[in-house]
């Protein structure tokens, strides 16, 4: 059984159509725990009147999708958990395909659907994520076709439409509350990698975001992206990988900040860093898991592949 939680801010735009999508998924056996994270909209009684059998549940503040998220997967006895954003649209197979993946293998952690574009159900605009050496994600295959992609293993699953094995999620200790919404699907993946499990990509489980309520490149997003990231390099490295890959990082935040000086938000960025620097001891625990040196080697090995790879890959996170 798969339990499909669905945290939302602000989604009544596209919140019907999302919740269509999954109620007619090929698969029936799920349910669905509906997350309102204060929301100033009209989300709530939308859901309330027009999808009764979903539970509903109402924050009265923005706690952030790490929170609402391990507070459910920690209460359900459902074997896996699946996070959908509001402005998401899944495929009737979506959830179907990736079960069969997950089942054929126990160090599956997760599995990744395809992104493709609303108009175009044939061409991909990401196919899970890449992480280079410099701690720079970016989105994979994007323009590529949907047949000619094949399940492989990635880095990181975008956290919207992907499936987790939940015993494994919560022996991670799930997502990294302090994240608020933002990076936390890369910083788990790479414990998972840590930790010997695999995130799958699945070619035959298609979602495509609306974008009415996809998160805008805003002073926030930019400073908690900066912020998030330093941690996560922090807390998935040890103090000598950090200073083997140090020149790498430095260029990655060059790239970076030259990337939003087109849009003046370099500053923002550089706050972030600077924040992220400041606090890493403080908010973060490290994830330890044993005997993970070889799987670090693994792990640093597919990175440098992936450093070297992302110029041919055409979405950037």
């Given at each position: 059984?798969?339990?499909?939680?669905?945290?939302?801010?602000?989604?009544?735009?596209?919140?019907?159509?999302?919740?269509?999508?999954?109620?007619?998924?090929?698969?029936?056996?799920?349910?669905?725990?509906?997350?309102?994270?204060?929301?100033?909209?009209?989300?709530?009684?939308?859901?309330?009147?027009?999808?009764?059998?979903?539970?509903?549940?109402?924050?009265?503040?923005?706690?952030?999708i790490g929170v609402v998220v391990n507070n459910v997967a920690v209460?359900?006895?459902?074997?896996?958990?699946?996070?959908?954003?509001?402005?998401?649209?899944?495929?009737?197979?979506?959830?179907?395909?990736?079960?069969?993946?997950?089942?054929?293998?126990?160090?599956?952690?997760?599995?990744?659907?395809?992104?493709?574009?609303?108009?175009?159900?044939?061409?991909?605009?990401?196919?899970?994520?890449?992480?280079?050496?410099?701690?720079?994600?970016?989105?994979?295959?994007?323009?590529?076709?949907?047949?000619?992609?094949?399940?492989?293993?990635?880095?990181?699953?975008?956290?919207?439409?992907?499936?987790?094995?939940?015993?494994?999620?919560?022996?991670?200790?799930?997502?990294?509350?302090?994240?608020?919404?933002?990076?936390?699907?890369?910083?788990?993946?790479?414990?998972?990698?840590?930790?010997?499990?695999?995130?799958?990509?699945?070619?035959?489980?298609?979602?495509?975001?609306?974008?009415?309520?996809?998160?805008?490149?805003?002073?926030?997003?930019?400073r908690l992206e900066a912020r998030n990231n330093v941690w996560t390099?922090?807390?998935?490295?040890?103090?000598?990988?950090?200073?083997?890959?140090?020149?790498?990082?430095?260029?990655?935040?060059?790239?970076?900040?030259?990337?939003?000086?087109?849009?003046?938000?370099?500053?923002?960025?550089?706050?972030?860093?600077?924040?992220?620097?400041?606090?890493?001891?403080?908010?973060?625990?490290?994830?330890?898991?044993?005997?993970?040196?070889?799987?670090?080697?693994?792990?640093?090995?597919?990175?440098?592949?992936?450093?070297?790879?992302?110029?041919?890959?055409?979405?950037?996170?």
């Amino acid at each position: 059984m798969v339990h499909i939680i669905l945290p939302n801010t602000n989604g009544e735009k596209t919140l019907e159509k999302c919740l269509d999508s999954i109620q007619n998924q090929t698969y029936k056996d799920f349910k669905i725990t509906f997350i309102d994270n204060a929301s100033m909209d009209d989300s709530v009684a939308l859901v309330t009147e027009k999808f009764p059998k979903v539970e509903v549940i109402t924050n009265t503040e923005n706690k952030g999708i790490g929170v609402v998220v391990n507070n459910v997967a920690v209460k359900t006895n459902c074997e896996y958990i699946c996070i959908v954003l509001p402005d998401t649209v899944v495929e009737k197979t979506w959830l179907e395909s990736m079960l069969k993946v997950a089942d054929a293998d126990p160090t599956i952690f997760s599995v990744c659907p395809v992104l493709v574009y609303p108009h175009n159900l044939a061409v991909a605009k990401q196919a899970g994520y890449g992480y280079t050496l410099g701690g720079m994600a970016f989105g994979m295959y994007g323009g590529k076709k949907v047949a000619k992609l094949k399940p492989k293993r990635v880095f990181a699953a975008p956290m919207s439409g992907a499936l987790y094995n939940k015993k494994i999620f919560l022996n991670l200790n799930g997502y990294d509350e302090h994240y608020f919404n933002v990076w936390q699907d890369i910083d788990i993946s790479w414990r998972g990698w840590r930790a010997g499990y695999k995130t799958i990509l699945c070619p035959e489980s298609l979602v495509y975001r609306l974008g009415a309520n996809a998160e805008a490149v805003d002073d926030t997003y930019v400073r908690l992206e900066a912020r998030n990231n330093v941690w996560t390099i922090y807390k998935n490295l040890s103090a000598w990988s950090r200073f083997w890959h140090g020149y790498f990082i430095n260029r990655g935040r060059e790239k970076m900040l030259r990337r939003y000086r087109k849009n003046r938000l370099h500053d923002v960025y550089f706050r972030g860093v600077k924040e992220g620097l400041q606090t890493r001891k403080k908010l973060i625990k490290r994830f330890k898991p044993k005997k993970s040196f070889f799987n670090s080697l693994k792990i640093n090995f597919k990175r440098l592949g992936y450093s070297w790879r992302r110029p041919f890959h055409k979405r950037i996170l």
